[in-house]
Antibody, heavy 114, light 109 residues
Framework: QVQLVESGGGLVKPGGSLRLSCAAS????????MSWIRQAPGKGLEWVSYISSSGSTIYYADSVKGRFTISRDNAKNSLYLQMNSLRAEDTAVYYC???????WGQGTLVTVSS | EVVLTQSPATLSLSPGERATLSCRAS??????LAWYQQKPGQAPRLLIYDASNRATGIPARFSGSGSGTDFTLTISSLEPEDFAVYYCQQRSNWPPSITFGQGTRLEIK
């Protein structure tokens, strides 16, 4: 069965960095584009970034452009999100999601606070 | 950028009743519209894709309709486990992006 497992969240100070990972299994990872989507506490869903199946096409929401970097390693069935210059407003649960999306991970919480 | 507006923000109904949730797009999204259910502490679950197709394992009481700018999610007879937040979502192929509505909270009356 399809599984997406995020890791790497935690507490970080404003201006700090964090790298999220998403381990995929149960499907051919290299066949699918992937996204990161976040949800601030008590708020709705916000798309963060997209990466094509090969990794050659990447897009970001304006709110994270220039600070976040999405990448993938198809040999390791893994998706990543490098987050730099973190702000309090980046505090959220971060989900990795497959395709349209049809499957989501359980999420990892990122808290940006001094 | 397409903006999705969901209504109502909150819907209070009793088990067994019919629920009708609306999603309006600021411009046509053809049929690329999906619906998700989210319960507290859980990831969203795909219910409907391409406006009217039920995802794998989704009960028949859930149905979607619409095209262009107006879409509806209908739950024919509410079960206790259906009380949750529902989001509509559209995807843009170019440039690639995903947009969500602000959500409708379906609560027990």
């Amino acid at each position: 069965q399809v599984q997406l497992v995020e890791s790497g969240g935690g507490l970080v100070k404003p201006g700090g960095s964090l790298r999220l990972s998403c381990a995929a299994s149960g499907f051919t990872f290299s066949d699918y584009y992937m996204s990161w989507i976040r949800q601030a506490p008590g708020k709705g869903l916000e798309w963060v970034s997209y990466i094509s199946s090969s990794g050659s096409t990447i897009y970001y929401a304006d709110s994270v452009k220039g600070r976040f970097t999405i990448s993938r390693d198809n040999a390791k069935n893994s998706l990543y999100l490098q987050m730099n210059s973190l702000r309090a407003e980046d505090t959220a649960v971060y989900y990795c999601a497959r395709g349209s999306p049809d499957y989501w991970g359980q999420g990892t919480l990122v808290t940006v606070s001094s | 950028e397409v903006v999705l507006t969901q209504s109502p923000a909150t819907l209070s109904l009793s088990p067994g009743e019919r629920a009708t949730l609306s999603c309006r797009a600021s411009q046509s999204v053809s049929s690329y519209l999906a619906w998700y259910q989210q319960k507290p502490g859980q990831a969203p679950r795909l219910l409907i894709y391409d406006a009217s197709n039920r995802a794998t394992g989704i009960p028949a009481r859930f149905s979607g309709s619409g095209s262009g700018t107006d879409f509806t999610l209908t739950i024919s007879s509410l079960e206790p486990e259906d009380f949750a937040v529902y989001y509509c979502q559209q995807r843009s192929n170019w440039p690639p992006s995903i947009t969500f509505g602000q959500g409708t909270r379906l609560e027990i009356k």
